[in-house]
């Protein structure tokens, strides 16, 4: 079963673009992640990119930086958001999840045992932000082997050249990043999007994501005109932090935010 392709394909034969909301795993507490998670699903989301929290998040904006450390302060481990996925899995084998982190937590577990532990939890994809493709041959195998999409990173100034050599590597979809800087920056630029856009689909087949500068319906619905999927993250993450001493009205102000984003991409032009 490849979940984030029949995703894509069933929204596409639906004339709608996938919602991809991310927030990181274990924040504010271990225990809240996967209700927020049935939570997201409810509100419209297509797949659920899950953060593994890290000391280091070195493309992060200082919204979800606090959110690694919340998460470290409960010392939530890479196997802690694996088993959180195969949580999620108990009532939930639809949706899609993507691990999206760091090399080092991954490394530090070995190759074989995290595709083999992913896998059986029900992992569908991964994307890591410091692996370039020049050192993804042998982690790229492996997930294919236990058939785990590798997602990969292209940012403003990825040159057509490295998008060919990256686009050999990945599977599921490409996560376009629609600013220079970090998460939780302020200006997006459809026209910019859209020419980038044009230059990536003239190579790869991949669906292709946006992300970073997407904060509301009306920025998820100018970029779900031009992408295959509208990524959100640190507006849902900063709702997280305001409201992380009341898990109910946490879980309610993130559905708000992609209840509204849903509804403005699926109405008629």
């Known amino acids: 079963m490849n979940r984030i392709s029949d995703t894509f394909e069933k929204l596409k034969q639906q004339n709608k673009k996938a919602l991809i909301p991310f927030v990181t795993a274990g924040d504010p507490q271990p225990e809240y992640t996967v209700s927020l998670m049935h939570e997201m699903v409810s509100a419209g989301a297509s797949i659920i990119e899950l953060g593994v929290p ?33 949580q999620f899995r108990h009532d939930d084998n639809d949706t899609p999840v993507v691990l999206m982190g760091y090399l080092n937590p991954i490394e530090i577990m070995g190759y074989k045992l995290f595709a083999e532990l992913a896998s059986d939890a029900g992992v569908d994809g991964v994307l890591i932000v410091d692996m370039p493709p020049e050192e993804a041959t042998e982690f790229t195998a492996l997930m294919t082997e236990y058939e785990i999409n590798t ?58 994501g946006v992300g970073f500068g997407i904060k509301d319906g009306k920025t998820a619905r100018a970029v779900s005109w031009v992408a295959d999927a509208v990524v959100v993250g640190s507006a849902l993450v900063n709702q997280v932090a305001e409201h992380q001493n009341d898990q109910q009205l946490m879980n309610t102000k993130v559905s708000d935010i992609l209840l509204d984003m849903r509804n403005m991409m699926d109405a008629p032009a």
Do not use: C, W
């Not at 200082?62 to 998460?71: C, H, L, S, T, Y």
């Not at 050249?161 to 376009?176: C, M, P, T």
């Open 54 to 86: 890290f000391s280091d998040p070195m493309a992060d904006g200082p919204v979800i930086q606090a959110a690694d450390e919340r998460a470290l302060e409960h010392h939530v481990s890479l196997s802690d958001v694996i088993e959180m996925v195969k």
């Open 151 to 208: 997602i990969f990173l292209i940012s403003p100034t990825t040159s057509a050249e490295r998008i060919e050599k990256i686009n050999k590597f990945a599977s599921g979809y490409l996560y376009y990043v629609s600013l220079k800087g970090v998460t939780g920056a302020n200006t997006l630029d459809i026209d910019s999007v859209t020419e980038k856009l044009q230059q990536i689909r003239a190579i790869t087949d991949l669906p292709v």
